[in-house]
């Protein structure tokens, strides 16, 4: 059945299960964006002992997450012999229901591996009977594919305060506030364990090898960083240990930068996050948890925008855009989009950051240069601004739409 006005999901039978499987391989943008999820599975099946099949990079972060009783980190094997040993070890533990929240061909193959009589599985994988039923899923923001699936489950929002965190109007959004007390805040959770002692922003310059067009100059960076340390706060760089030159690229620039790459684990990630003032960076991972540990943030998004796509999707916002599907949420964010980064200003994002109220009042304003178009002979020249969720937050929009810097508010901004 694809009519979803019509569609009525199948009860979830909640507290009555013994053993629970969720399934989230990653990356990690869509591990902390699946956290509420994971939470509403947690809280439907309290007395269940719940099992996630994940990867290895995200075992020791899951391990301490409440809502799982035991992280299995294998569940992306390299051959067929792995797989089918995987299956056999899914059949083999009578797994009660299954929530996957991958849903690609890997985990369909999955589930159509687990031969006999099967598990409940909420998921897109043919013939599940919690199937998440929208063909269109593909096209939806992360939070938003996850509440349907979750309502597809047999599952709904409550009223503030119910013990799922799924509240009616509102994004399901993650928490972490459960890293703290998982280890009782700890000393290496503090800014001091890094030396850090006043108001500091974090820049988060990095991205995976494969998609370079994530990256923004690292000499912007460190203009940012220069714009913040005139003001007495402290840009601290952060990033993986395979990044370690591009903080100290950052560094050669600005000396009173504090580059910590490779020195901090997602838990610290996440706790410096919460008690910054604000963070700078692109399209990935740890962006993505400094949004859930509610940290203001200015997220820089390589998106093609012309006046085609602009014509067709009407807003940038359009699930159709990667921007759509996957900008970060959680905390108040700003989103500066272009076709390639390259086409962000330094005072794009000073612009930008200004706008979120969080940075010191002696901080230099930038002087905002609106440029206009040769006036044609017998009319008056005025700038072309674009209003609404897409304004130009520096220059007047040329016609090369595309290539113009854009600030885009979202629902959390």
Not at 76 to 100: E, Q, S, T
Not at 152 to 162: D, E, T, V
Not at 172 to 189: G, M, N, V, Y
Not at 366 to 388: C, D, F, L, Q
Request: hydrophobic share 40%; proline share 9%; glycine share 8%.
């Amino acid at each position: 059945m694809n009519d979803l006005n019509t569609f009525t999901p199948p009860p979830n039978p909640g507290d009555t299960l013994k053993r629970v499987l969720v399934i989230k391989l990653g990356a990690l943008g869509d591990i902390v964006q699946a956290l509420a999820a994971m939470r509403v599975v947690r809280a439907t099946h309290p007395s269940a002992r719940i099992t996630l099949l994940t990867t290895p990079p995200y075992e020791a972060f899951m391990k301490a997450c409440p809502y799982f009783d035991i992280v299995e980190s294998d569940g992306r094997p390299r051959d067929l012999k792995g797989k089918a040993d995987l299956i056999r070890r899914l059949r083999a533990a009578g797994y009660d229901m299954v929530y996957d929240f991958q849903n690609n061909d890997r985990t369909a193959q999955y589930y159509a591996g687990l031969t006999g009589k099967k598990p409940l599985w909420s998921g897109a994988a043919n013939g599940a009977s919690h199937q998440h039923r929208n063909p269109d899923r593909a096209a939806m923001h992360n939070f938003d594919r996850l509440a349907e699936q979750l309502t597809h489950a047999g599952l709904a929002p409550g009223p503030p305060g119910n013990p799922t965190g799924w509240v009616v109007g509102q994004d399901l959004a993650p928490s972490l506030e459960w890293i703290r007390p998982a280890f009782r805040d700890p000393p290496r959770f503090q800014p001091q364990f890094f030396n850090l002692y006043g108001p500091y922003m974090l820049l988060i310059p990095g991205s995976s090898a494969e998609h370079p067009e994530k990256r923004w100059p690292m000499d912007r960076f460190a203009a940012i960083a220069k714009w913040v340390a005139d003001a007495g706060v402290t840009p601290v760089i952060i990033g993986g240990k395979d990044e370690g030159d591009i903080g100290n690229q950052i560094l050669k620039l600005e000396g009173r930068a504090k580059n910590i790459v490779g020195r901090t684990d997602l838990f610290q990630l996440a706790t410096l996050s919460e008690r910054a003032l604000l963070a700078v960076g692109g399209d990935t991972g740890p962006m993505h948890l400094a949004a859930a540990a509610r940290c203001a943030g200015v997220c820089l998004f390589a998106q093609e925008w012309t006046h085609t796509m602009a014509g067709e999707l009407h807003t940038v916002w359009n699930p159709q855009t990667r921007l759509g599907r996957a900008a970060p949420k959680g905390g108040p964010m700003v989103l500066l989009h272009a076709e390639t980064l390259d086409s962000i200003s330094v005072d794009d994002v000073k612009f930008a950051a200004l706008s979120m109220g969080v940075l010191p009042d002696n901080i230099a304003r930038p002087v905002r240069k609106v440029e206009t178009p040769p006036a044609e002979e017998g009319a008056e020249a005025t700038p072309e601004t674009a209003s609404g969720e897409e304004t130009t937050p520096v220059q007047a929009a040329p016609p090369e739409a595309e290539s113009s810097p854009r600030l885009a508010q979202g629902s959390d901004s």
